[in-house]
């Protein structure tokens, strides 16, 4: 009887020790994931509608500043066709002056004399004294008529008094024949035409005329 019980004793030790070999040491911890599927769609979802602009908060580009600079540089770089200037008279010359056809014989206005008519007409003050008959001293007055000799000799010097063109403010007293005579080579009737005025037309103190 007692050898029956050792011998299963030992069949159930022999059994127990074959079961520990086929069995692994330690069993390894189930393995937990991190992140859980759901909450990796959630947080994919919040960051796509976080990048969304929403309405009314779209970003509009600012508009490009254009300083006055860049307009400047803008037009500097167009060349804009342009028309033939308008030949113009040198300055201080009086060459170009109207001339109008000298007259048989002049009657004298306020402020004219002899060698202002001999300036105007490019005529030799002595030819026209000499044509009328005059000595020197002799006095003549407005409204005189003084005979212009056809054949006369030319003016010598400078028939020119005063720099033209230029303007010129009138003072009391003032007529187109007497600023006339101030300038020496410049006849009434171009000033009267280059300032749209009559020829005797009485002259305001202070206004400025241009003498041509």
């Given at each position: 009887m007692k050898k029956t019980s050792l011998i299963i004793l030992?069949?159930?030790i022999a059994s127990l020790m074959f079961s520990a070999c086929t069995m692994s040491a330690s069993t390894p911890p189930p393995v937990t994931p991190t992140t859980n599927l759901s909450e990796i769609a959630r947080q994919a979802t919040e960051?796509?509608?976080a990048k969304?602009?929403?309405?009314?908060?779209?970003?509009?580009?600012?508009?490009?500043?254009?300083?006055e600079a860049a307009l400047t540089e803008t037009a500097a770089?167009?060349?804009e066709p342009t028309s033939t200037p308008a030949p113009t008279q040198e300055e201080g010359s009086t060459d170009v002056v109207t001339e109008y056809p000298v007259p048989d014989s002049y009657t004298l206005h306020s402020g004219e004399f002899i060698f202002c008519l001999?300036?105007?007409f490019n005529i030799l003050p002595e030819d026209i004294m000499d044509y009328n008959g005059y000595e020197y001293g002799t006095l003549l007055f407005p409204g005189d008529t003084i005979l212009l000799p056809p054949n006369g000799r030319g003016y010598l010097g400078d028939r020119a008094l005063q720099y033209h063109p230029a303007d010129y403010?009138?003072?009391?007293?003032?007529?187109?024949y007497?600023?006339?005579c101030l300038y020496g080579d410049v006849d009434p009737r171009s000033i009267a035409a280059a300032?749209?005025?009559d020829i005797d037309q009485v002259l305001t103190p202070g206004t400025v005329l241009q003498i041509p």
């Amino acid at each position: 009887m007692k050898k029956t019980s050792l011998i299963i004793l030992i069949a159930i030790i022999a059994s127990l020790m074959f079961s520990a070999c086929t069995m692994s040491a330690s069993t390894p911890p189930p393995v937990t994931p991190t992140t859980n599927l759901s909450e990796i769609a959630r947080q994919a979802t919040e960051t796509a509608i976080a990048k969304t602009p929403k309405a009314g908060n779209t970003q509009v580009p600012e508009e490009t500043e254009v300083t006055e600079a860049a307009l400047t540089e803008t037009a500097a770089a167009v060349v804009e066709p342009t028309s033939t200037p308008a030949p113009t008279q040198e300055e201080g010359s009086t060459d170009v002056v109207t001339e109008y056809p000298v007259p048989d014989s002049y009657t004298l206005h306020s402020g004219e004399f002899i060698f202002c008519l001999a300036r105007r007409f490019n005529i030799l003050p002595e030819d026209i004294m000499d044509y009328n008959g005059y000595e020197y001293g002799t006095l003549l007055f407005p409204g005189d008529t003084i005979l212009l000799p056809p054949n006369g000799r030319g003016y010598l010097g400078d028939r020119a008094l005063q720099y033209h063109p230029a303007d010129y403010t009138v003072i009391y007293g003032d007529t187109l024949y007497s600023i006339a005579c101030l300038y020496g080579d410049v006849d009434p009737r171009s000033i009267a035409a280059a300032n749209d005025l009559d020829i005797d037309q009485v002259l305001t103190p202070g206004t400025v005329l241009q003498i041509p």
